[in-house]
């Protein structure tokens, strides 16, 4: 088992930063993939962006150029810097990662943009 821990969440006005974490601990060999998700009310959930063992990143295009998603392998933690944030932006986010063939899901964390 996986287990993950979000932190980071919170309220920020428009043009505002964030930085959100995520820790992965239990029976972990390699992490594949790690990435965040978000989820805004009403709408499905999206991909945000997304980090592989060797760091090649992936990122929607509604966050290029604004977030950043970075790992730790030493620490099983996956960062996401969101700068410029914008109201759309307010969504649930979620932390995801790929264990082998297994993908496991944090419990979210919330992200409000607002003034």
């Known amino acids: 088992q996986v287990q993950l821990v979000e932190s980071g969440g919170g309220l920020v006005q428009p043009g505002g930063s964030l930085r959100l974490s995520c820790a992965a601990s239990g029976s972990i060999f390699v992490i594949n993939v790690m990435g965040w998700y978000r989820q805004a009310p009403g709408k499905e959930r999206e991909l945000v962006a997304t980090?592989?063992?060797?760091?090649?990143?992936n990122y929607a295009d509604s966050v290029k150029g604004r977030f950043t998603i970075d790992r730790d392998n030493a620490k099983n933690t996956v960062y996401l810097q969101m700068n410029s944030l914008k109201p759309e932006d307010t969504a649930v986010y979620y932390c995801?990662?790929?264990?082998?063939?297994?993908?496991?899901g944090g419990r979210g964390t919330q992200v409000t943009v607002s003034s």
């Open positions: 980090i592989t063992s060797v760091g090649n990143r």
């Open positions: 995801n990662v790929q264990v082998g063939s297994v993908a496991y």
